[in-house]
């Protein structure tokens, strides 16, 4: 079996921590993980990101937008209704020793320059503010200048009940918004009828794709399982062949979902196509309209897709790398089986790429800490031979409270090791040392002449194992052999005329 990765499953989450320690709250629910979690993977993904989160009073929608200010990059802008809830989030934050600033109507100068210098010099991480002040230029200038990481509207019912009455300025929070420039964008209420909904989302989102935070993450219908690989390319092109459509492919960046595109349609002929956030309006319609009504589609997407877009029949959603983050798992595997049919939802996992990753980052002064320990704590999901929904539900802070309803562990079809590494250790095994690098190469794949050459006829093999691996193409079978070598699973035999042969180690 594959070597498991360095993982912080004995370690407590740093999310989970953080509200321990500094918020005094011994458990935290799942859509409140949800929601921090949009905002605080948004630090390594795709932005703008925008939510609406619909909790019911007393759910402990601030501490949503309170804990993630400590973990992000840059301020955080949280927008009240009245003056004496700000005064109480502003008292609520003393009281636990986190610096904030307040900027309400009827400060002095020397108040205001005051509090800019606070969340100018990183002091305060949060600042706390009404509609209208918001729209004063002097402070909407101000943030835009030194960036502004997450916008929070609490009680975003009242841009409905109240902008077109005597708050007009609830009706512009959308365009200070957007010369504010901010990474994430949070909308939380506990009351959202489907007209006060749309009417929140058009004045804070606009015509903008947005997430929805209200549902249970347990999703029955949706089978989990991992695919342990050293050749991922390979197997997602297996994958993309056999398994059931319309089919979609995240990976974690704009580049990374335009080459699996092109590797999909040049190894299987299947035509596929690519969506992230870098494209035009124009260009993310025409591919949401096709995917929307294609019933054998295959899309490779990043985060970006699923903001809005809402097509409940995908079969199969596949991971080409790890998200970073339990939640940006759950939610995006989440994609399919939106109409309660079966949906799989499979992790590619490189265990060796995965491996340098994490020594990569453990050797770079710009790793965020916090983000890469939530990110390894969620690696022990691919890693587990444990009930993978249970596994999910661990990592969000939850026990399942009922039977497994399909995963690879509990149906006992989960894979122990690398898809190929059985077939080449039984070559190599069975070939010690006769072999360089080069033959075995061919005599996996082909054989000694050649499949089309043999055409069938009755000759003996001319080793044991030929063609084991006959359906994989050689590019496939060399990064299958180059990362046996780096796992030590197999080795050269130095010196002499048997330089570089190989052996099984």
């Not at 929805?212 to 949706?222: F, G, R, S, W």
């Not at 070559?427 to 055409?455: S, V």
Request: charged letters at 25%; a neutral charge; hydrophobic letters at 40%.
């Amino acid at each position: 079996m594959d070597e498991p990765l360095p993982s912080l499953e004995s370690e407590e989450d740093i999310v989970a921590s953080l509200a321990k320690s500094k918020f005094g709250i011994p458990y935290l629910f799942p859509l409140q993980r949800m929601a921090m979690a949009n905002v605080i993977d948004a630090a390594d993904t795709e932005g703008p990101f925008r939510q609406l989160v619909l909790f019911p009073t007393g759910f402990g929608k601030s501490l949503c937008f309170q804990l993630p200010a400590l973990l992000v990059p840059g301020i955080s802008l949280v927008v009240y209704p009245l003056l004496a809830l700000m005064n109480d989030q502003k008292r609520s934050l003393d009281e636990k020793e986190i610096p904030s600033s307040l900027i309400r109507g009827g400060m002095s100068k020397e108040a205001w320059d005051t509090e800019f210098a606070s969340l100018e010099n990183g002091r305060s991480r949060i600042l706390i503010t009404n509609p209208e002040c918001l729209a004063l230029p002097r402070l909407k200038d101000f943030l835009a200048k030194v960036g502004v990481f997450h916008i929070a509207v609490d009680e975003a019912h009242c841009v409905s009940e109240w902008g077109e009455t005597f708050r007009p300025s609830y009706l512009d929070l959308g365009s200070c918004i957007q010369a504010i420039g901010p990474k994430v964008v949070s909308a939380f209420t506990a009351t959202a009828s489907p007209e006060v909904a749309e009417a929140v989302t058009k004045h804070i989102f606009g015509d903008a794709p947005y997430s929805l935070v209200t549902a249970d993450m347990d999703k029955p219908n949706i089978r989990y399982s991992v695919l342990p690989t050293l050749a991922p390319l390979h197997s997602l092109a297996e994958l993309v062949r056999s398994k059931p459509k319309p089919l979609i492919v995240f990976d974690q960046s704009r580049a990374g979902v335009r080459r699996l595109c092109e590797a999909i349609e040049e190894r299987t002929g299947i035509k596929a196509r690519f969506y992230h956030a870098g494209l035009s309006r124009e260009e993310k319609k025409a591919i949401e309209t096709w995917f929307m009504g294609s019933r054998d589609g295959v899309l490779a997407a990043t985060c970006a897709y699923g903001l809005g877009v809402d097509k409940r029949d995908i079969r199969t959603v596949i991971h080409f790398s790890p998200p970073p983050s339990a939640e940006a798992y759950i939610q995006e595997s989440g994609r399919g089986g939106r109409d309660g049919s079966l949906c799989e939802a499979i992790l590619l996992f490189d265990t060796l790429r995965e491996e340098g990753r994490v020594l990569a980052r453990a050797s770079s002064k710009d790793m965020d800490e916090s983000r890469e320990r939530r990110r390894l704590a969620f690696l022990a999901y691919a890693s587990t031979l444990k009930c993978r929904r249970s596994k999910l539900h661990a990592l969000m802070g939850v026990e399942l409270d009922s039977p497994c309803s399909g995963c690879d562990v509990c149906d006992g079809s989960a894979r122990l090791e690398s898809e190929g590494l059985a077939e080449l250790r039984s070559f190599i095994g069975a070939n010690p040392g006769r072999f360089y690098e080069e033959d075995c190469l061919r005599l996996l794949g082909l054989g000694a002449f050649g499949t089309k050459i043999r055409q069938g006829r009755d000759e003996p093999p001319a080793c044991a194992g030929e063609a084991l691996l006959g359906d994989w193409e050689r590019k496939d079978l060399r990064i299958l052999l180059n990362a046996a070598l780096v796992k030590g699973y197999i080795q050269r035999i130095e010196g002499g005329f048997r330089e570089k042969r190989l052996r099984l180690a």
